[in-house]
Each structure stands twice: as structure tokens, then as C-alpha cells.
């Protein structure tokens, strides 16, 4: 019942900047947490940055001072501002969801991620 979108990749020289967005649309529901997580070809998915739904962010070391989280509540939207981009930053984009489905018996907590979206940063 819950869709995840997120747009916003692309292929950028180094020092530039993209935004990436992400939206959560459906019905009973609520947002615990949003993120944003990279996986680059041949490594681990790693945490980018993430905002709890009292504000409380979260970024990885590699993205700090350079990306920038924010939210829009009553949109249910994340976003995610880069700004000088390294080629290191190369990977598959994915956002994440954490939600309450508020269920008539009993709201239950549930994961979401967007399809993903490429970065491409060129030296």
C-alpha cells in the first residue's frame, strides 16, 4: 500500500552537484525514518545520510560537509542535495522508508526502498 519514487540521478562532472528526491505515496501511514543509502559496483550498500521523523540526521563520514538531507513531512519526501561530487560518489542511489502501517488491529512498522538512482561523477 505504500509506493516508493525517487528521481534525480545523472551523470555530473567532478565538483558538480545533483539533487535526488524521494517520495512515499499510499494511505495509513505514517514515516518513522527516511535515508538515503549508495552502493557502488563490487561494494557493500552503505549508508548516506538519514532524518528520524524528530530530526535527528545521520551522515557517513565520506559525505559530510559535502550532502545534505532534508524532508518535506507533509509531502512524505526526502531529499538529498550533493554538492561537489567525486568520482568516488559513483554508485546506485537508494532511498528507504521506515513506516508505520496504521492497521486496525495494530500499527506495525515497515521497510520500503525506491527503485534506485544512478550517479554518475566523471574526474
Known amino acids: 500500500q505504500v509506493q516508493v519514487v525517487e528521481d534525480g540521478g545523472g551523470l555530473v562532472q567532478a565538483g558538480g552537484s545533483l539533487r535526488l528526491s524521494c517520495a512515499a505515496s499510499?494511505?495509513?501511514?505514517?514515516?518513522?525514518?527516511m535515508g538515503w543509502y549508495r552502493q557502488a559496483q563490487g561494494k557493500q550498500r552503505e549508508l548516506v545520510a538519514s532524518?528520524?521523523?524528530?530530526?535527528?540526521?545521520n551522515y557517513g563520514d565520506s559525505v559530510k560537509g559535502r550532502f545534505t538531507i532534508s524532508r518535506d513531512n507533509a509531502k512524505n519526501t526526502v531529499f538529498l542535495q550533493m554538492n561537489a561530487l567525486r568520482p568516488e560518489d559513483t554508485a546506485v542511489y537508494y532511498c528507504r522508508f521506515v513506516v508505520v502501517l496504521l492497521t486496525p488491529i495494530l500499527p506495525r512498522s515497515s521497510e520500503y526502498w525506491g527503485q534506485g538512482t544512478q550517479v554518475t561523477v566523471s574526474s
Open positions: 532524518v528520524s521523523s524528530g530530526g535527528s540526521i
Open positions: 499510499g494511505s495509513s501511514f505514517s514515516i518513522d525514518n
